[in-house]
């Protein structure tokens, strides 16, 4: 892993450099036409869990999981010859995780392709702006794949401000497209399925379709706020079929779950600006779907200047969910039920999420590097009732 992200860094800063020597400030309007490079952010976070409530045995056992993620974006921008503004933005990531609950798949081998895997996922987008009318419209394309899982994705945004750019309306369409090799516990797989654990090219379909709609107003300098409703469908193969079900009666089976879903989050963002050195962010969210899952989301961050280059966040979020009609704990299914889960997901529990970040941002580059122009540092974490916690720490560089 420390190679894959000194190979990220390097090709980084190689691109970086390139751009440094090649686009030029020039005031002749068809040199405005080259590619600029706008900005570039390299961010590195390190991810653990823990947890005795396991799905893949049940709802028992070990829920212990590392992650270490890379994601390095690139964004480019130039004007045309109408004097639309075209902005790229390439974006990788790449995951490297370990999961001992996933092992337990086929607990009589080691480190099996379950127990660790590596996921690669590209995205690019193009976004078209006219900035004079206050309007943009953009397309996106990713995909992600890894040992057992590949997705396929694309969308569009459009969005429009006001006049006086107080009020912003945006709505954003996406779908993904993804593909599952069906693996099932060692214990419940039929004799034709093939030595790695899942039946020779037999890939299960999910479609995700989801639709984002927000509507932000600036009220006065000092208090901005924001509502966004957030619906979307998916169908297909929503059950993790490697995840096991005991039932009352001692028998087991596959995790089985209905092969549609509707999700409705509606959300709000208020943000209070007292003075230049404080600023409140705040967040709620309510979220239903047909699964019979009902939450609540209310997070606030307060971002304090200890400097005129550096600031300090703390932030909060709690949560909380009602059960989901399909799930219950490990030998509490009936074996007449039609669907069933033990996926501690879908299960009734509150949790919390606090931490801080620190950020510098010096005019004269962090480090004295002119071209480093951020540096943020964030640290989080998370505890929920049913034992589940965990913690991430990230890094973000930002090239400008």
Not at 153 to 167: M, P
């Amino acid at each position: 892993m420390k190679y894959i992200s000194l190979t990220i860094v390097a090709l980084y800063l190689g691109i970086i450099a390139s751009f440094a020597q090649a686009v030029k400030k020039d005031s002749v309007p068809y040199e405005k036409r080259k590619l600029k490079f706008e900005q570039a952010d390299l961010v590195n976070s390190y991810y653990n869990q823990d947890g005795n409530n396991s799905a893949v045995t049940g709802g028992i056992g070990t829920e212990k999981l590392t992650d270490l993620s890379n994601t390095f974006d690139l964004k480019l921008s130039r004007y045309g010859k109408t004097g639309l503004k075209h902005t790229y933005d390439f974006e990788i990531g790449i995951d490297t995780y370990t999961s001992a609950s996933s092992d337990n798949i086929d607990p009589n081998t080691v480190s099996s392709p379950s127990y660790s895997d590596v996921r690669v996922y590209p995205s690019l987008s193009w976004n078209i702006a006219n900035e004079q009318k206050g309007s943009s419209i953009g397309f996106n394309v990713s995909s992600s794949a890894e040992y057992d899982y590949t997705s396929f994705g694309g969308g569009i945004n459009f969005s429009k401000s006001s006049k006086d750019k107080n009020t912003d309306f945006s709505i954003k369409l996406q779908a993904f497209f993804d593909t599952w090799k069906v693996i099932l516990p060692i214990e419940l797989r039929p004799d034709n399925f093939g030595s790695g654990g899942y039946l020779q090219n037999d890939r299960a379909p999910r479609n995700s379709f989801s639709a984002a709609f927000s509507l932000s107003q600036v009220f006065n300098k000092a208090f901005q706020g924001l509502i966004m409703v957030e619906p979307s469908y998916q169908q297909g193969l929503l059950a993790t079929r490697y995840q096991r079900v005991y039932f009352s009666n001692g028998f087991s089976r596959a995790e089985f779950l209905p092969s549609n879903r509707v999700k409705l989050p509606i959300g709000a963002r208020l943000n209070y600006f007292l003075g230049d050195n404080l600023v409140f962010r705040s967040f709620f969210r309510y979220y239903t779907d047909n699964w019979g899952i009902n939450s609540q989301t209310a997070e606030l961050e307060t971002s304090v200047k200890i400097t005129p280059f550096a600031s300090i966040s703390p932030f909060y979020r709690y949560y909380q969910q009602t059960a989901s009609d399909y799930f219950a704990g490990y030998q509490q299914h009936s074996f007449s039920q039609e669907f069933y889960s033990s996926d501690y997901d879908l299960s009734k529990f509150h949790s919390d999420y606090f931490g801080a970040g620190i950020r510098f941002a010096p005019p004269a580059g962090v480090f004295g590097v002119s071209r480093l122009s951020m540096l943020e540092l964030r640290y989080g974490h998370y505890n929920r009732s049913n034992g589940l916690n965990s913690n991430i720490i990230s890094l973000n560089l930002r090239f400008k």
